[in-house]
């Protein structure tokens, strides 16, 4: 049973920092690509940030680009979202998700983690 935890979401002003975590389980993640995606209210999840789990491989949407960096353990199967600089546009649900690294469908998904940046 594959399993996606995140934590590390809260309340912090604008400019301040947070690292969000992603604890994965069920399987062995090395063919897997792991994803952060958000969803602001009243608007469609998007894309955040992406790593590679074998090659560590990144990719970011531009909005977040120079302010956040996403990073695996290997050791503790998990991925990390380090979020600086934020900003009130950043505030919304974060989702830890998952999909085979061949394959642009992520096909697990986290229950998602509430950050909320105040101005």
């Known amino acids: 049973q594959v399993q996606l935890v995140e934590s590390g979401g809260g309340l912090v002003q604008t400019g301040g920092s947070l690292r969000l975590s992603c604890a994965a389980s069920g399987r062995s993640f090395s063919s897997y690509t792991m994803g952060w995606f958000r969803q602001a209210p009243g608007k469609e999840r998007e894309f955040v940030a992406s790593?590679?789990?074998?090659?560590?491989?990144?990719a970011y949407a531009n909005s977040v680009k120079g302010r956040f960096t996403i990073a695996r353990d290997y050791a503790t199967n998990t991925v990390y979202l380090q979020m600086n600089s934020l900003k009130a546009e950043d505030t919304g649900v974060y989702y830890c998700a998952s999909r085979i690294s061949s394959t642009m469908n992520y096909d697990y998904w986290g229950q998602g983690t509430q950050v909320t940046v105040s101005s």
């Open positions: 790593i590679s789990w074998r090659g560590g491989g990144t």
